[in-house]
């Protein structure tokens, strides 16, 4: 076992300006992520053998992003920054198993900082599980770090500025963007728009989107849902219907697109496994995406010495996530003794402030974009629900309504939640679903639980002796290494 | 066939096959981003229903993207880079060890 000072796992915004700021403080903290490249799904760079002759950061958030990853450069002679590790699981509350190409070993963390992201929600609806159909931001990495288009016409669905982003970047990329098709009313939204004058430059940043998009002859479809995407070996066509206020899809309001890929999703939710694991108590905030470890002002969590920040600890976006970074970074930094009260609270003050200003903002957003209850209605009886284990609704509502009401009856009854993605994909919409049918609290119903290894692990990696650098296994497997989970 | 976006001057091809066929990547890429650029969408049958599969999130949380590299089932075409001479093959169900086609 290695024992360091700090340890910040993800790489992304909220884990970078972290590892600056504790940096910073004359610290040398280690940063983790599971990615080939820092920078998280965000900031992520292209792989130097791929990149194009476009160096320019071309919009607001890549030169956010040029200047976040350039003082982590200037920086990052002080921290040792391990890329293509993950964390698999979380001995008591800072004890951390990681696995790399190289080995596996087990961290001890004297001060955790978790950034672990979020990823995308997609509730289920027909025909979901038809290749072609993908999320926004894995079209989007595709074409911005791989240089591949994931097809070539492309209707993008569901909800949130992101969209935006998404619709603009697969049009440069050439796709054919047939439509942008958002579920929120086209009322709800001048509603919201005044609010959202209290930061003139992020709505201006948005607004500058969807002129782009306007001038590129992209439609942009408000109060409507995708109910339907049909094909055979792939995506064909897509069915969209006119929603109500809480989403629910209005059969005699449907039309239908012709394209061979549908990019969507519902916002983010946020990655809790690793709070979880490390003991944090948790709790259910739709409007940031589920649950989410419970923190004080300083990011720290109810583990004394455990901190999260970014996106995994609620969803808000980039930028909320670099200044929690920071504030995380600094406030274990002072822990730590690296920081003396009077440097911790001047240091502090700015990022407080401006935090308190980018919530305020991100709270009309996040209002606006919650998830409805109509989208539960969208599934019919043999729509897939769980894509891993392909159960279907009516196989999982015999199960809620045979008393498998929680979590852990459900899972024991008809293995929702027990596959590959280890119910990070079905479990978000399925405990709606069931509080839908059941009457009972999304709390009361309460999170998935997590079982290590988090991702696939092999049994011959596990075998191994500890130690990052070891490459000569302890045990030889032979065949197999490499099982899956 | 969809390889046309955003071409930078000087890359290196990387080639591999997929069930057999000849494909190529660039040194770089992710096994789903070259599967993508030749044209395919599939590269997996489920267990239950044999349905086919293809990249779905994207960053290596859905394990949807599952395919057979080199005779090992179950690894993440999204988060595995291409290499010269990887056998790829098509996984059907829980997939199989050995020496793919």
């Known amino acids: 076992m290695i024992r360091h000072r700090l340890v910040i796992v993800g790489a992304g915004p909220a884990g970078m300006?972290?590892?600056?700021?504790?940096?910073?403080?004359?610290?040398?903290?280690?940063?983790?992520?599971?990615?080939?490249?820092?920078?998280?799904?965000?900031?992520?760079?292209?792989?130097?053998?791929?990149?194009?002759?476009?160096?320019?950061?071309?919009?607001?958030?890549?030169?956010?992003?040029?200047?976040?990853?350039?003082?982590?450069?200037?920086?990052?002679?002080?921290?040792?920054?391990?890329?293509?590790?993950?964390?698999?699981?979380?001995?008591?509350?800072?004890q951390l198993g990681v696995q790399g190409n190289q080995g596996r070993e087990t961290i001890e963390a004297e001060q955790l900082?978790?950034?672990?992201?979020?990823?995308?929600?997609?509730?289920?609806?027909?025909?979901?599980?038809?290749?072609?159909?993908?999320?926004?931001?894995?079209?989007?990495?595709?074409?911005?770090?791989?240089?591949?288009?994931?097809?070539?016409?492309?209707l993008i669905a569901g909800t949130g500025p992101f969209?935006?982003?998404?619709?603009?970047?697969?049009?440069?990329?050439?796709?054919?963007?047939?439509?942008?098709?958002?579920?929120?009313?086209?009322?709800?939204?001048?509603?919201?728009?005044?609010?959202?004058?209290?930061?003139?430059?992020?709505?201006?940043?948005?607004?500058?989107?969807?002129?782009r998009l306007r001038r590129a002859r992209v439609p942009i479809n408000r109060g409507e849902v995708v109910v339907e995407a049909r094909g055979d070996a792939e995506v064909r066509e897509v069915v969209v219907a006119k929603c109500d206020p809480q989403w629910r899809g209005d059969p005699s309001g449907q039309r239908?697109?012709?394209?061979?890929?549908?990019?969507?999703?519902?916002?983010?939710?946020?990655?809790?496994?690793?709070?979880?694991?490390?003991?944090?108590?948790?709790?259910?905030?739709?409007?940031?995406g589920g649950w989410i470890p419970e923190t004080d002002g300083n990011q720290q969590t109810?583990?004394?010495?455990?901190?999260?920040?970014?996106?995994?600890?609620?969803?808000?976006?980039?930028?909320?996530?670099?200044?929690?970074?920071?504030?995380?970074?600094?406030?274990?930094?002072?822990?730590?003794?690296?920081?003396?009260?009077?440097?911790?609270?001047?240091?502090?003050?700015?990022?407080?402030?401006?935090?308190?200003?980018?919530?305020?903002?991100?709270?009309v957003l996040d209002q606006l974009s919650r998830i409805r209850p109509g989208l539960t209605t969208i599934p019919t009886p043999d729509t897939i629900v769980c894509r891993c284990e392909e159960l279907t609704q009516a196989e999982?509502?015999?199960?809620?309504?045979?008393?498998?009401?929680?979590?852990?009856?459900?899972?024991?009854?008809?293995?929702?939640?027990?596959?590959?993605?280890?119910?990070?994909?079905?479990w978000p919409a399925a405990a709606r679903w069931i509080a839908a049918r059941s009457g009972k609290s999304i709390e009361e119903i309460g999170p998935l639980s997590v079982r290590p290894p988090l991702g696939p692990l092999s049994v011959g990696d596990l075998a191994r002796q500890e130690g990052i650098s070891d490459r000569t296994p302890a045990v030889s497997l032979g065949s197999s290494e490499g099982a899956p989970t | 066939m969809?390889?046309?976006?955003?071409?930078?001057?000087?890359?290196?091809?990387?080639?591999?096959?997929?069930?057999?066929?000849?494909?190529?990547?660039?040194?770089?890429?992710?096994?789903?981003?070259?599967?993508?650029?030749?044209?395919?969408?599939?590269?997996?049958?489920?267990?239950?229903?044999?349905?086919p599969r293809g990249i779905f999130c994207g960053m290596g949380i859905c394990l949807d993207c599952l395919v057979e590299v080199d005779g090992r089932p179950n690894v993440r075409a999204c988060l595995t880079p291409v290499a010269e001479g990887m056998r790829v093959a098509t996984q059907r169900g829980a997939g199989s060890w050995g020496a793919p086609a």
């Open chain 1, 113 to 154: 900082i978790l950034a672990p992201g979020a990823y995308e929600y997609v509730p289920p609806f027909p025909g979901w599980t038809l290749p072609g159909v993908m999320t926004p931001g894995g079209a989007q990495q595709m074409v911005k770090t791989m240089g591949v288009c994931p097809g070539k016409r492309v």
């Open chain 1, 17 to 94: 300006a972290a590892a600056i700021a504790a940096a910073d403080a004359g610290l040398e903290p280690v940063l983790i992520d599971e990615n080939p490249r820092i920078g998280g799904q965000i900031y992520r760079q292209p792989p130097a053998t791929l990149i194009s002759k476009e160096t320019e950061p071309t919009n607001r958030a890549a030169r956010r992003g040029a200047e976040l990853l350039r003082r982590f450069q200037v920086q990052s002679s002080r921290m040792t920054v391990l890329t293509n590790t993950r964390v698999w699981t979380i001995f008591g509350h800072r």
């Open chain 1, 163 to 211: 969209l935006l982003v998404v619709a603009e970047q697969l049009q440069k990329a050439g796709m054919e963007v047939v439509g942008v098709v958002e579920a929120i009313t086209t009322a709800e939204a001048i509603r919201a728009f005044p609010r959202l004058l209290e930061h003139p430059t992020l709505l201006g940043e948005g607004l500058g989107y969807l002129n």
């Open chain 1, 396 to 426: 999982v509502e015999t199960g809620i309504d045979f008393g498998g009401t929680d979590l852990r009856t459900l899972k024991v009854m008809t293995r929702l939640g027990m596959g590959a993605c280890q119910g990070c994909m079905c």
């Open chain 1, 302 to 363: 109810s583990v004394p010495g455990v901190w999260v920040a970014g996106d995994g600890g609620g969803v808000a976006g980039a930028l909320v996530a670099e200044d929690e970074g920071t504030l995380a970074g600094l406030a274990a930094s002072h822990q730590l003794g690296a920081l003396d009260s009077a440097t911790f609270e001047r240091a502090q003050r700015p990022v407080v402030r401006r935090l308190h200003r980018l919530r305020r903002f991100r709270a």
């Open chain 1, 256 to 288: 239908t697109f012709v394209v061979d890929t549908l990019a969507i999703a519902y916002g983010f939710v946020p990655r809790a496994q690793l709070p979880q694991l490390a003991g944090c108590r948790m709790r259910f905030v739709n409007e940031l």
């Open chain 2, 2 to 51: 969809h390889s046309g976006c955003d071409a930078p001057e000087v890359r290196r091809t990387v080639r591999l096959t997929f069930d057999g066929d000849e494909i190529f990547g660039f040194e770089g890429q992710t096994l789903a981003a070259a599967l993508l650029a030749a044209g395919r969408r599939a590269w997996r049958f489920t267990s239950r229903r044999g349905e």
